[in-house]
């Protein structure tokens, strides 16, 4: 085998790689979704942009809410402030929430 096989094999396998198609984004980010993150329960969407959060319970305590961003569906920064603020995980949330899911003070 040449060096320029090699190198024609490897730009094919590149080029192949290059070509295929990227998945897009979901246009319906209001959807509901079955298996929920647990801040979906904590943060209220904006009226305005869909890919802002405000948290529910610095609302009722402070009066005024940070907007987190919520872009691409990830709940990171959301989790993370629920966790270092409210000391929220996803494993003891349902004792912040009342029997309708609804959080409680």
């Avoid at 090699?6 to 295929?20: E, P």
Wanted: aromatic share 10%; proline share 2%; net charge positive.
């Amino acid at each position: 085998m040449s060096d320029s096989d090699s190198v024609t094999t490897r730009s094919t396998v590149k080029s192949t790689y290059y070509d295929r198609k990227k998945r897009k984004p979901s246009d319906n980010l209001t959807a509901e979704r079955i298996n929920k993150s647990h801040t979906n329960y904590f943060f209220r969407r904006d009226t305005n942009d869909d890919r802002i959060a405000y948290c529910i319970i610095c609302e009722r305590t402070n009066g005024k809410a940070y907007p987190y961003s919520r872009r691409g569906g990830s709940t990171t920064n959301l989790s993370g402030h629920l966790q270092e603020k409210h000391r929220i995980t996803r494993n003891n949330y349902l004792e912040y929430l009342d029997e309708s899911n609804e959080v409680k003070l």
